[in-house]
């Protein structure tokens, strides 16, 4: 028998900025490595016996108005681009997360969480450094609609959607 699958837990984005990102991975995003949306992950790795929990906080989390964000600069991961995100109020629920799961986290997700949005991974790097030459010729930080948190379940590839919350108030 199968392992349960462990949880990954993302922010969701308004239309506009959820088209333009998913627009922006689908042209640079190497096509076979593409299986997932454009995203912004909190967490990486929760085991699946959080999933009822976390259901909890998020709708909680979610019961406020949504966090302001920007997108901050363009980063060089080597071998792809990503948008740095900024946002204090998202960190503070990442953060409250980290501590209600403290002692359940891999050590990626126990690390320095630095938020980002990876619209190109797996190119060579002369390929990466020319979207972001691209990218820089005309990027102004911009400001980021943070719609509501998204809980998956990993399948090893795909990820399968358990639970969108949305950001009301």
Known sequence: MNAPAPIIVTALFGDGDNGWLQHLRQTHFPPERNQVPAHLTLFHHLPPGVE????????????????????????????????????????????????????????????????????????????????????????????LKITGLQSWRYLGGPWEPIRKHGFRG
Do not use: M
Request: net charge negative; glycine share 8%.
């Open 52 to 143: 009822g929990e976390l259901g909890t906080r998020l709708a909680a989390y979610t019961a406020t108005p949504p966090p302001k964000a920007w997108i901050a600069g363009i980063i060089n991961l080597g071998g792809g681009t990503a948008f740095r995100v900024e946002s204090e109020e998202l960190e503070d629920i990442r953060a409250e997360l980290a501590c209600a799961f403290h002692g359940l986290l891999t050590p990626q997700d126990q690390a320095s969480w630095r938020p980002h949005i990876t619209i190109q991974n797996k190119v060579e790097p002369k390929v990466a450094k020319a979207v972001q030459d691209q990218l820089r010729a005309t990027f102004e930080p911009r400001p």
